[in-house]
């Protein structure tokens, strides 16, 4: 062998003896060394503690589901357990987010163009505590600790992030906020199998191009005082993240005597680009809408009506909702017709067109000002159920 081919063959060797040197460390390297490291910069960078008190691991192993050659490079699988996410200094509570144990993996090779993606990630027993303070402060507004760095003018960072699926056994989310009075524990779990949505929803309420129902939730707590009850689908990540397929909700809700139940989907929900939804909503007076929608309604006897309701949230003049095509009553009155309520400047406005082939004044008169109302045999019934 000539000296330039040895030459060329040490160097070859000694790459490749590299090569296997850095794989040897990097499989055989003890993540939790790193743990003190991580825990301080992101305790630091959000203001609040964050810790991962378990087991922090990588785990190499080739994505068959790649083409090629790509199928022979090796993707790292992360693990980390008993992970928690503190509330800000000023809440007595500790923890606002604990889990159990995390799964993610991700792409080596999308590193080289910038771009964070990881296919999926897996939570184990998700545990949140979302709490507002009677002087509103919440927990889930995060304090960055650069964010009063942040250059408007400066251009937009070259590097994108991109998660494809979230998955978990159950999740639990408790909710406490005194300015609403409400404590409300939400219980998420999958489904198992992807749901179409015309399966839940029916033909006559079936959305074109909606995503699949993948969880399920069950709510159980107060509001505003009262006891709040309820039980819906959602869709999953995909669906959530995609601008053209709506995002499917499916929502049977009870607040003290108001039932509201929802079908439909969210355009664009990330940001939150429209609802369009079917919406049917029944209780023993209108007034009591306010606490759920922040829609002034006069207080009326016992109602019902169910409608098609369009949400756009980026109209010119602010948000616009359209309840189109509703029928329905008001104690012994049936209605119907279409509303618009503009939440735009220099104040909200609520317009619309409203039809009665038995109309009563009794039911109808606080909707123009009139202050009546008794006298329906619905509304002594339902007087009668709530004092008795």
Same mark, same amino acid.
């Given at each position: 062998?000539?000296?330039?081919?040895?030459?060329?063959?040490?160097?070859?060797?000694?790459?490749?003896?590299?090569?296997?040197?850095?794989?040897?460390?990097?499989?055989?390297?003890?993540?939790?060394?790193?743990?003190?490291?991580?825990?301080?910069?992101?305790?630091?960078?959000?203001?609040?503690?964050?810790?991962?008190?378990?087991?922090?691991?990588?785990?190499?192993?080739?994505?068959?589901?790649?083409?090629?050659?790509?199928?022979?490079?090796?993707?790292?699988?992360?693990?980390?357990?008993?992970?928690?996410?503190?509330?800000?200094?000023?809440?007595?509570?500790?923890?606002?987010?604990? /889990? &159990?144990?995390?799964?993610? #993996?991700?792409?080596? +090779?999308? !590193?080289?163009? $910038?771009?964070?993606?990881? %296919?999926?990630?897996?939570?184990?027993?998700?545990?949140?505590?979302?709490?507002?303070?009677?002087?509103?402060?919440?927990?889930?507004?995060?304090?960055?600790?650069?964010?009063?760095?942040?250059?408007?003018?400066?251009?937009?960072?070259?590097?994108?992030?991109?998660?494809?699926?979230?998955?978990?056994?159950?999740?639990?989310?408790?909710?406490?906020?005194?300015?609403?009075?409400?404590?409300?524990?939400?219980?998420?779990?999958?489904?198992?199998?992807?749901?179409?949505?015309?399966?839940?929803?029916?033909?006559?309420?079936?959305?074109?191009?909606?995503?699949?129902?993948?969880?399920?939730?069950?709510?159980?707590?107060?509001?505003?005082?009262?006891? /709040? &009850?309820?039980?819906?689908? #959602?869709?999953?990540? +995909?669906? !959530?993240?995609? $601008?053209?397929?709506?995002? %499917?909700?499916?929502?049977?809700?009870?607040?003290?005597?108001?039932?509201?139940?929802?079908?439909?989907?969210?355009?664009?929900?990330?940001?939150?680009?429209?609802?369009?939804?079917?919406?049917?909503?029944?209780?023993?007076?209108?007034?009591?809408?306010?606490?759920?929608?922040?829609?002034?309604?006069?207080?009326?006897?016992?109602?019902?009506?169910?409608?098609?309701?369009?949400?756009?949230?980026?109209?010119?003049?602010?948000?616009?909702?359209?309840?189109?095509?509703?029928?329905?009553?008001?104690?012994?009155?049936?209605?119907?017709?279409?509303?618009?309520?503009?939440?735009?400047?220099?104040?909200?406005?609520?317009?619309?067109?409203?039809?009665?082939?038995?109309?009563?004044?009794?039911?109808?008169?606080? +909707?123009?000002?009139?202050?009546?109302?008794?006298?329906?045999?619905?509304?002594?019934?339902?007087?009668?159920?709530?004092?008795?």
């Amino acid at each position: 062998m000539s000296r330039a081919g040895k030459i060329v063959s040490w160097i070859v060797g000694i790459l490749l003896l590299l090569i296997v040197v850095i794989i040897v460390i990097i499989a055989t390297f003890d993540w939790n060394r790193l743990k003190p490291t991580i825990n301080q910069k992101v305790s630091t960078e959000l203001n609040r503690q964050f810790a991962i008190r378990g087991d922090l691991g990588v785990a190499w192993e080739r994505n068959r589901n790649e083409p090629g050659w790509r199928s022979w490079i090796p993707w790292p699988h992360v693990h980390a357990q008993d992970i928690i996410l503190g509330n800000p200094p000023e809440m007595a509570e500790v923890t606002m987010v604990h /889990l &159990e144990r995390v799964d993610a #993996t991700l792409s080596p +090779l999308a !590193l080289l163009h $910038k771009e964070i993606y990881i %296919p999926w990630i897996k939570l184990q027993q998700p545990d949140a505590r979302l709490i507002q303070t009677a002087d509103k402060k919440n927990n889930w507004t995060f304090n960055l600790a650069n964010s009063g760095n942040t250059d408007p003018n400066a251009p937009p960072s070259a590097w994108s992030f991109r998660l494809d699926n979230i998955l978990f056994d159950q999740g639990l989310v408790r909710y406490r906020d005194a300015v609403n009075k409400a404590d409300v524990t939400v219980k998420i779990n999958p489904l198992g199998k992807p749901v179409a949505y015309g399966q839940v929803a029916g033909g006559s309420d079936a959305q074109k191009g909606a995503g699949d129902f993948v969880f399920g939730w069950e709510a159980r707590g107060t509001y505003n005082n009262e006891q /709040l &009850e309820g039980e819906g689908k #959602t869709g999953g990540m +995909l669906s !959530l993240r995609s $601008k053209t397929t709506p995002f %499917p909700i499916q929502a049977d809700v009870r607040n003290g005597t108001t039932r509201v139940q929802v079908t439909g989907g969210i355009q664009d929900p990330m940001n939150l680009g429209g609802v369009n939804v079917r919406l049917r909503f029944s209780g023993d007076t209108l007034a009591n809408l306010y606490g759920l929608t922040g829609v002034l309604l006069p207080d009326t006897p016992p109602y019902e009506t169910d409608g098609h309701l369009i949400a756009r949230f980026a109209g010119k003049k602010g948000p616009e909702y359209h309840y189109e095509n509703f029928n329905g009553h008001i104690g012994d009155s049936d209605i119907h017709g279409s509303l618009t309520y503009t939440q735009g400047k220099p104040r909200p406005a609520l317009v619309g067109e409203l039809s009665s082939k038995q109309l009563r004044m009794a039911d109808l008169g606080p +909707l123009i000002g009139v202050d009546s109302g008794k006298g329906s045999a619905k509304t002594e019934q339902a007087k009668a159920k709530r004092d008795g």
